[in-house]
Structure formats: structure tokens, C-alpha cells
């Protein structure tokens, strides 16, 4: 964990709810649990934060209201802490806590490597080209003019451009770091997170609102498990969804909870769960196991997330070495075969 002011990522939260809900299980009070953790920390940033985590405490504060004065937990948890320990289900909470921010781990890890593979593959390609057009074509146009003959248009056109590239390289340099400046900075502000998001989420539409629908369940797992009642999971899992048209959803289950329908007749209304999940929750929702039952289509839609991750990874890797082969043999084709024409006229 750190002591700057950057949200605590999924990963330290996840940590630190397990490793808390391990301590309070056991009996021992939430000031020894937290020196316990301060104890065992192995960063002066962690000593830090959980020392100031203490001090709260120590000043008669709740644990939520000190985790809050940190400013590095997120609402959502600090929230979830405050109904645990107001309903006796703290231990409950953080457990559940915990599985909800593994999980966002997971799912963050997937997209992470969804992003980075294909990333990776597309540097070669334009690394390769950039190398075939700037150095390549130029020895291969020497050797033509020596032999009097000419490359063809789409070599001729490739070497172009190959000058016009290394004419301009600064400048190009320069501007793929602005963009790259730009992106980074965009992501260490919420404004910039946003943008990007809704960028991804309309790139892959079925994956984000699988994504969405999976979060909307882990979040009301969470919340029914701590003993809190169905329209205030709801509203208090608004405030989650950072996928638009999820969110739309949301605010319309919402307000036909309002009117005093039914949350699994809702939920199927407004089409956050269809086919099977909408049955699972129809029957969870009549057995009073809602809060099981949303827990295990979060885990479903978790698999289906990291399937579909992994689907896409196997569907980019050929299709960019083919297009990597493609456009390389294009390259060398259209400077060898004229040579050879020419060498042959010769021989």
C-alpha cells in the first residue's frame, strides 16, 4: 500500500481486506488489528498510511471514518465498512470486500494483457515496415538504377514514403510522445479515465458490458452478504458503474424499485441479466438466496470475461502475423521480382 493520494489499487485492497478480516475473526480488537498490520508491513508507505489508519482508531473513530480521512480508500469500500460495522458484519464485509477486489484485480490483469500483446505485435509490424521502406528499397533502387532498369510504382511508392519518414523521424518522434504524454496524463486524472473508458467500451461493446454486468453482480453480492436490503444495494451500486449504457440500466431498475416492483422482474426488465442469469435470480430472489445466487453469476460473468479475453488475444496473434507477412512479402516482391526481370534481360 502507499501513502500518496492516488486511489489504493484492487490488488492492496483486496490485501488488506483479507488480511484485516483474518485479524477480526479471531477476536482482536480493530487498533491491535491494524498495529498487527503496521507491524508486519514491509514499506514505509504502509507503515505510514496504517499508522494514521491507528491514530483514527486510537481517537475513538470508526473504521470507516478513519479509512475515509485517508483519502486512498475508495467511497465504495469505506461505505460497505460503515454498513458492516453498523449491522455487527464487519468480518462479513471485508471477506466480501475482498472477493469483490480480487476480482477486479483479475479482470484488470485480463484486459491488461488483452491490451499489451497486440500492442507489442503492432510495434514489430510498423518496427519491420519502418526498416524494409528506410534501408531496404534504398539499396534495392541503387541497384536498379545501376542496371538501368526501374522499380516498380509500389516499390517506388513505399520508398517514398520511407524518405518522407526519414526526413520528418524528429518531428514524428516528437509527436507519437506527445500523444503517448497525453494518454498518460489522461489516465492519472478521473476526467481522462472516463474518456478513455467510454473509448474501450465502444471498441468492444459485448466485452464491457459483460465486464458491467459482472461488477453490477460482484457489487450486490457484496452488499446483500452484509445485511443490506435490495434498494439500497441498488443505489449504493449506482455509483459503480462507469459503463454508460449499464448505468442507464441501473437508474432504471432503480426507479422501478421505486414504484414497488419486484428486483428480479426489474432486473429482467430493464435487461441487466437475460436468459439463464435472469432465471437464477428469479429463483434466488423467491428461495432467499439472492445474495448467492448474484454471487455466482459474478463469477460467471468473471469466466466469461476471461474467455472472451482470451478469444480475442488468439484471434489478434495469427491475424497480425498475417498481415505482418502480407504486407512484407508485398514489399519484397515488388523490388525482387522487377530485379530479377532485369537480371534475366541481362543474362
Known amino acids: 500500500m502507499s501513502n500518496n493520494k492516488r486511489l489504493l489499487s484492487a490488488e492492496e485492497l483486496s490485501a488488506f481486506s483479507a488480511q484485516l478480516a483474518l485479524t477480526v475473526k479471531t477476536g482482536i480488537p480493530l487498533s491491535e488489528s491494524i498495529m498487527i498490520?503496521?507491524?508486519?508491513?514491509?514499506?514505509?508507505?504502509?507503515?505510514?498510511?496504517?499508522?494514521?489508519?491507528l491514530e483514527s482508531l486510537e481517537l475513538g473513530n470508526p473504521l470507516a471514518s478513519a479509512l475515509k480521512d485517508?483519502?486512498?480508500?475508495?467511497?465504495?469500500?469505506?461505505?460497505m465498512i460503515e454498513i458492516g460495522e453498523a449491522s455487527g458484519r464487519l468480518d462479513q464485509a471485508l471477506d466480501s470486500l475482498n472477493r469483490y477486489y480480487a476480482r477486479e484485480h483479475n479482470i484488470a490483469k485480463s484486459v491488461q494483457s488483452a491490451i499489451t500483446y497486440p500492442a507489442i505485435m503492432l510495434f514489430i509490424l510498423f518496427a519491420i515496415i519502418l526498416i524494409?521502406?528506410?534501408?531496404?528499397?534504398p539499396i534495392f533502387n541503387q541497384v536498379f538504377r545501376s542496371l538501368g532498369g526501374e522499380m516498380s510504382p509500389f516499390a517506388a511508392g513505399a520508398m517514398s514514403l520511407g524518405s518522407i519518414i526519414s526526413r520528418y523521424s524528429v518531428a514524428i518522434i516528437v509527436a507519437i510522445a506527445v500523444v503517448a504524454a497525453i494518454l498518460i496524463a489522461m489516465r492519472?486524472?478521473?476526467?481522462?479515465?472516463?474518456?478513455?473508458?467510454?473509448?474501450?467500451?465502444?471498441?468492444?461493446?459485448?466485452?464491457?458490458?459483460k465486464m458491467a454486468s459482472g461488477k453490477f453482480a460482484s457489487g450486490m453480492a457484496l452488499m446483500l452478504a452484509s445485511g443490506v436490503d435490495v434498494d439500497k444495494a441498488v443505489e449504493l451500486t449506482l455509483p459503480l458503474m462507469d459503463n454508460l449504457d449499464m448505468h442507464k440500466r441501473v437508474e432504471a431498475l432503480k426507479r422501478l424499485l421505486e414504484t414497488g416492483e419486484a428486483f428480479s422482474e426489474s432486473a429482467v426488465k430493464t435487461q441487466i441479466f437475460?436468459?439463464?442469469?435472469?432465471?437464477m435470480l428469479t429463483?434466488?430472489?423467491?428461495?432467499?438466496?439472492?445474495?448467492?445466487?448474484?454471487?455466482?453469476?459474478?463469477?460467471?460473468?468473471?469466466?466469461?470475461?476471461?474467455?472472451?479475453?482470451?478469444?480475442?488475444?488468439?484471434?489478434?496473434?495469427?491475424?497480425?502475423?498475417?498481415?505482418?507477412?502480407?504486407i512484407v512479402g508485398a514489399i519484397l516482391l515488388s523490388a525482387m521480382l522487377p530485379l530479377l526481370a532485369v537480371m534475366s534481360s541481362i543474362a
Open 37 to 53: 498490520l503496521r507491524d508486519d508491513s514491509e514499506t514505509p508507505a504502509a507503515k505510514a498510511l496504517l499508522g494514521r489508519i
Open 70 to 79: 485517508t483519502g486512498v480508500f475508495p467511497v465504495y469500500m469505506t461505505q
Open 132 to 137: 524494409l521502406v528506410v534501408k531496404v528499397l
Open 188 to 209: 492519472l486524472t478521473p476526467g481522462g479515465r472516463n474518456a478513455l473508458s467510454r473509448a474501450g467500451q465502444g471498441l468492444f461493446k459485448r466485452l464491457s458490458r
Open 274 to 279: 437475460t436468459g439463464m442469469e435472469a432465471r
Open 283 to 326: 429463483l434466488g430472489f423467491k428461495s432467499g438466496n439472492l445474495d448467492s445466487v448474484m454471487e455466482r453469476i459474478a463469477e460467471d460473468y468473471e469466466t466469461q470475461t476471461d474467455e472472451r479475453m482470451d478469444n480475442l488475444i488468439s484471434i489478434i496473434e495469427p491475424t497480425m502475423v498475417a498481415v505482418l507477412c502480407v
